[in-house]
């Protein structure tokens, strides 16, 4: 018995020692992951203009021309008078033309209208919807595109009945160019159909703090097109809309009120 006493010493002793704890790491430092950065300004100085009547100056000065008058260099004005005939041809050269100028950004108003106000039936205009958007999407550059207006109220002379989208499918056009516009990089919308609302509702605007006026007064005797006062309107919008989501320099453009 007396051979195992040091044996069942060591027993005890190794039961009595605490275990040896491994030190715990030190946790490595989170890696740094810089923000990505903000997106360039996007600049006037190389603008191209592409869209129907409204663009081409039916009614009143052509959008390019405006917006040289307001500080901007225009390198291309492709808008066509004549794009009802022909959306899809007509919209295909401008575009081309608006590429090939290089811009720094492209101002779209009306271009889509065409493609949606149209005869036929809910499928066939948003198909032809899908045609534009893939027109537009043929252009590397910021692009302000404008969504599509409620013009319900427009002489039928100008635009027959059988052309105008019902109420709930202009929605759903509009849904789809948003849609559209938020998967491009550098691409916003214009929100005509929100600018133009108060048209339905025969509801005033605002030109200036205090200043409110009857909206059909910015309007042509068609109640389509704007008159020059209604396109002064509609251009400070689009400006508006430049700087706070393309980051266009504030007063980059000053649209002279007719």
Not at 117 to 146: C, F, K, N, T, W
Request: proline share 11%; charged share 15%; with cysteine.
């Amino acid at each position: 018995m007396i051979r195992w006493l040091p044996a069942l010493a060591l027993a005890a002793c190794a039961a009595t020692t605490p275990a040896r704890v491994a030190p715990t790491p030190t946790p490595a430092a989170p890696a740094v992951i810089a923000a990505p950065a903000p997106p360039p300004a996007v600049t006037v100085d190389r603008v191209a203009v592409v869209g129907a009547s409204v663009s081409a100056g039916f009614t009143s000065p052509r959008v390019a021309a405006a917006i040289t008058a307001a500080g901007g260099a225009v390198v291309a004005d492709a808008a066509d008078l004549w794009m009802f005939q022909d959306p899809d041809g007509n919209g295909a050269a401008q575009v081309a033309a608006a590429a090939a100028a290089t811009p720094s950004v492209v101002v779209a108003i009306d271009f889509l209208f065409w493609f949606a106000y149209q005869p036929g039936d809910a499928a066939g205009r948003m198909a032809s919807l899908e045609r534009g958007l893939a027109l537009l999407d043929r252009i590397d550059a910021p692009l302000a595109v404008g969504d599509l207006a409620d013009m319900r109220g427009a002489d039928p002379r100008m635009l027959g009945p059988a052309a105008v989208p019902a109420p709930d499918e202009l929605v759903a056009l509009n849904a789809r160019v948003r849609a559209w516009a938020a998967a491009r990089p550098r691409t916003i919308v214009l929100p005509l159909a929100a600018w133009t609302a108060p048209l339905l509702a025969d509801g005033e605007v605002e030109l200036a703090p205090g200043e409110r006026v009857p909206a059909a007064t910015l309007l042509f005797l068609d109640h389509l097109h704007p008159n020059p006062l209604g396109l002064w309107y509609l251009l400070t919008r689009v400006d508006a809309a430049l700087e706070a989501e393309l980051a266009v320099v504030p007063g980059a453009l000053v649209f002279a009120r007719p």
